[in-house]
Each structure stands twice: as structure tokens, then as C-alpha cells.
């Protein structure tokens, strides 16, 4: 089992609709949480941290389940801008030191 | 301004040579990493390095090289046992530690003619 998993997509969506990622991780040690949105051929860039308690900025929900190991991004109002890769990023320490795992990303196209 | 600067943004390589990609840091971090993106996938972790003179293998170190001599500097050779080399290479830092958020360079564009 990947230690980072997210559904690929394309998720296909018309402006203005609201569109829900999943990632599931699963190593219950994890301890820091991300999600990143990538452009194409750019490099990421830290979208959002995900606290237990759940975050919000603007038009973009994150949550933390660590019972079911999942976190999810929630984004309202889609705009055509929102169009790129969201990845998740799960950080856990092992034999010392942390590593930092990326799923392989979810593909969000919003149309006009 | 502090940032993540990696050189060069394109690399064209012969087949059976070896190449090293360059990664500088002026934000002061300890940990660095080195991942690799193919077209369409997530990145995948060759290795990273939490302190000067200590590195880790990831998950698809085979075929590459890494030194971490300074602080500020972790760059990554691509060897010729490297058998398919063509990818887009992204370093990153971080401050050690549970929360901090990983900042990326611009990316390598590697590819093999």
C-alpha cells in the first residue's frame, strides 16, 4: 500500500461548483499534514496546512480524520484559476529524522 | 529575498553520462530533499538530507548521488546506472522539525538524447 494515496482524477467541474479531495495515508505516525497545489510544469506551492481542528481560508476547506487516516480539501465557488494539481503531503518521523511524502496529486480542471 | 534556487532550469544529457543538479538555500534550513516528478505522477523522494554530512535514501535513490557538505547546498548527481533519467527534479527545504512546510526551487527539466 502507498503511503500517500489520492485519487488521480480528472476532476472535470463547471465554474462556480464546489469539488471535495481525498488523500489517505497510512502510517498512524504521521504528524504534520499539507496540501500543495502544483501548475503545470511549475514547481508546488503550500496551499493550506491541516490542523486537527480543521481549517478554512477563503473558499478553502481542509480537515484532518486521523482515526480513518484521511485529509480532505474542500474548495466552494470554483473559479477557473483554481485549475491545477492539488497534492497532499503527509511528514512523519522515522529512525530519527522526517520525511516529507507527496501523493501523486489530483488533477482539477474547471470549465467556463 | 530568501529563497530556493535551482540550477539549471533545462539539462540535456548524453546517455552513459553523469550529471549533477544544483540545489542553494538561503532560508537557513536544515533539512533539504531532492524528489523526482514524471509527466502526469506525484513527486517520489530520492533522497534527503536533516543535518551537514548526513543524508537518507528515499524511495528511488538507485542511480543517484547526493552530498551534503554546507548547509546551504545539496546537490544531486544523476549517474549513468540511472537508467531512465528523463524527469523534472524538484529540491526542497524545510526547517527541521513536525510542522513546517516544505519550499520548493523551480525545478530541474532533465532529459536524455
Known amino acids: 500500500r502507498k503511503e500517500v494515496e489520492q485519487d488521480p482524477g480528472p476532476f472535470n467541474v463547471p465554474e462556480g461548483a464546489t469539488v471535495a479531495f481525498n488523500c489517505t495515508y497510512s502510517n498512524s505516525a504521521s504528524q504534520s499534514f499539507f496540501w500543495y497545489r502544483q501548475d503545470c510544469r511549475k514547481e508546488p506551492k503550500l496551499l493550506m496546512s491541516?490542523?486537527?481542528s480543521g481549517n478554512e481560508d477563503g473558499r478553502f476547506t481542509a480537515q484532518l480524520n486521523r482515526a480513518s487516516q484521511y485529509i480532505s480539501l474542500l474548495i466552494r465557488d470554483s473559479k477557473l484559476s483554481d485549475s491545477a494539481t492539488y497534492l497532499c503531503?503527509?511528514?512523519?518521523?522515522?529512525?530519527?529524522?522526517?520525511?516529507?511524502?507527496f501523493g501523486t496529486g489530483t488533477r482539477l480542471k474547471v470549465l467556463a | 529575498d530568501g529563497g530556493i534556487t535551482q540550477s539549471p532550469k533545462y539539462l540535456f544529457r548524453k546517455e552513459g553520462q553523469n550529471v549533477t543538479l544544483s540545489c542553494e538555500q538561503n532560508l537557513n534550513h536544515d533539512a533539504m530533499y531532492w524528489y523526482r516528478q514524471d509527466p502526469g505522477q506525484g513527486l517520489r523522494l530520492i533522497y534527503y538530507?536533516?543535518?551537514?554530512?548526513?543524508?537518507q535514501k528515499g524511495d528511488i535513490a538507485e542511480g543517484y548521488s547526493v552530498s551534503r557538505e554546507k548547509k546551504e547546498s545539496f546537490p544531486l548527481t544523476v549517474t549513468s546506472a540511472q537508467k531512465n533519467p528523463t524527469a523534472f527534479y524538484l529540491c526542497a527545504s524545510t526547517q527541521f522539525g513536525t510542522t513546517s512546510e516544505a519550499f520548493f526551487g523551480q525545478g530541474t527539466r532533465l532529459t536524455v538524447v
Open positions: 491541516v490542523y486537527s
Open positions: 538530507s536533516q543535518i551537514v554530512n548526513d543524508f
Open positions: 503531503v503527509v511528514n512523519f518521523r522515522t529512525s530519527g529524522t522526517y520525511k516529507y511524502i
